[in-house]
């Protein structure tokens, strides 16, 4: 599946169950590790879970499984895809890691052409 693909389910997921600070980062040019993460907080540790367990949900129906999972009990969700990788934290969570500021080189991807407007359930 394509990274855009990819981007697009993640990220609407995430903005449909009401994540906090959507930003999706562009930093293959800054690591071997991945070419995009996309971060999102939660309201709290149940609400990272639901977020987590969303977009695992809706990626999963689209054909995708992800490699690895990581923090199903913590304040931080990992959801690695490979190319894309999730970051679901609770507010604290977000704040002590500081991805944004760790990874404030990368390129913000606009968020405006990925999501679509809000729908109910």
């Given at each position: 599946m394509e990274n855009a693909k990819i981007i697009d389910i993640a990220a609407n997921s995430l903005n449909v169950k009401k994540a906090r600070d959507l930003k999706v980062l562009r930093v293959e040019d800054l690591t071997v590790l991945t070419?995009?993460?996309i971060i999102?907080?939660?309201t709290s540790?149940?609400?990272v879970r639901?977020?987590?367990d969303e977009v695992e949900e809706k990626l999963r129906s689209a054909g995708l499984s992800p490699h690895h999972?990581?923090?199903k009990t913590t304040g931080?969700?990992?959801l690695d895809y490979s190319s894309v990788i999730v970051h679901i934290f609770t507010p604290d969570s977000r704040e002590f890691y500081n991805l944004?500021?760790?990874?404030s080189?990368?390129?913000?991807?606009?968020?405006?052409?990925?999501?679509?407007e809000e729908q109910g359930d």
């Amino acid at each position: 599946m394509e990274n855009a693909k990819i981007i697009d389910i993640a990220a609407n997921s995430l903005n449909v169950k009401k994540a906090r600070d959507l930003k999706v980062l562009r930093v293959e040019d800054l690591t071997v590790l991945t070419e995009y993460f996309i971060i999102a907080t939660a309201t709290s540790s149940t609400h990272v879970r639901s977020l987590a367990d969303e977009v695992e949900e809706k990626l999963r129906s689209a054909g995708l499984s992800p490699h690895h999972i990581e923090g199903k009990t913590t304040g931080w969700i990992i959801l690695d895809y490979s190319s894309v990788i999730v970051h679901i934290f609770t507010p604290d969570s977000r704040e002590f890691y500081n991805l944004d500021k760790i990874w404030s080189d990368a390129e913000e991807v606009g968020l405006d052409t990925i999501l679509k407007e809000e729908q109910g359930d």
